[in-house]
């Protein structure tokens, strides 16, 4: 199934294996089957992924969703403050982990090899259970540049590290969570025109939230960059949507995404309206494909979408919370 569903090429087989996850996932996940029997959806005839129920984000805090006969190889957990109930997601198998986010990486940004991964993520290394830093460390290990590397708060290092690069003409990506980010650029600014810089999104109570447009002025004019890429993930998915610019994020072809009605959550809306985001990612194969997120969005006709924030009363966590 694995390779069947890394290798979609079109909305035909995407279709299909939505179909067959589904099935698989209603019978051997308890949490999701009880969900989809609770709706009445249990024995619907479902001809097509926009009609499969999709299950609250927020059943990850409270509920094991697991297949049956599977045991945890890791467990994922997201970030949150004090007191705060935090997301569990239990990967039955890393290699699905592995396979999505290298897949994913390389269909955006080519083979890693010849990126040096720089890393600016203070908040999410001082805490364990990371799905991000986990894929962070893989990407820099398999980057072979001897720059690849995590920057705590050493911002000089950091800023030397980034101007070698752009003299030897080095590709470089820097991932860095959004304050610490800022607080570089009120540091230090370096004009690299070629450097991609992804910003993972949130503050983590560390700054004031900024709207988008705002906070990618200031990072365009601290890197000497045109655009700022972006990072679309949480605990609870096992892939990625990337954003080249402008807060418009595109997935890889065995994720999607889909808006649904912010007063009725069983009801779908229409490409260009506001709505709460529903992810399908097939490569939680043993967890739960068809999930519920809090973040609103909109989605576009060629199934691009941003970001537009969340809903009022949602925890804040570690997925993208910049608000259009």
């Known amino acids: 199934m694995q390779e069947r569903i890394f290798s979609i090429d079109s909305e035909e087989k995407f279709n299909e294996v939505c179909l067959e996850v589904y099935h698989y996932q209603k019978v051997k996940c308890p949490v999701y089957g009880k969900y989809v029997d609770l709706l009445g959806k249990a024995k619907t005839d479902i001809n097509h992924y926009t009609q499969i129920p999709f299950l609250p984000i927020d059943f990850f805090k409270t509920q094991q969703i697991l297949a049956e006969g599977h045991q945890a190889e890791i467990t994922f957990t997201s970030s949150g403050t004090t007191g705060m109930v935090t997301s569990q997601h239990q990967v039955a198998d890393l290699s699905w982990y592995e396979k999505s986010f290298r897949s994913c990486f390389q269909r955006f940004y080519g083979e890693v090899e010849n990126i040096a991964v720089l890393a600016l993520l203070p908040s999410y290394l001082e805490r364990s259970g990371s799905s991000l830093i986990y894929m962070v460390d893989d990407l820099i290990e398999g980057s072979q540049h001897p720059s690849s590397g995590y ?12 101007l070698e690069l752009k003299k030897s003409g080095t590709k470089t990506l820097l991932i860095g969570v959004t304050y610490a980010l800022l607080d570089f650029c009120e540091q230090y600014q370096v004009d690299f025109s070629n450097l991609m810089v992804m910003e993972t999104g949130g503050m983590k109570g560390k700054r004031k939230e900024m709207i988008r447009e705002e906070l990618h002025r200031i990072l365009t004019k601290g890197f000497g960059v045109e655009k700022i890429h972006s990072e679309y993930g949480m605990t609870e998915l096992l892939s990625q949507g990337y954003s080249f610019g402008d807060g418009i ?9 889909l808006m649904r009605d912010t007063n009725d959550p069983l009801t779908l809306i229409e490409h260009g309206k506001t709505g709460a ?32 924030g969340r809903f009022d009363n949602s925890d804040i966590r570690g997925c993208n919370l910049l608000v259009q």
């Open 151 to 162: 920057f705590l708060y050493n911002h000089e290092d950091l800023c030397s590290t980034l």
């Open 249 to 257: 994020f595109r997935t890889p072809p065995w994720m999607q995404v």
């Open 277 to 308: 985001i529903n992810v399908i990612d097939l490569a939680n194969y043993y967890s739960c494909s068809f999930i519920a997120t809090q973040d609103l969005g909109k989605l576009h006709e060629e199934g691009s979408f941003e970001i537009l």
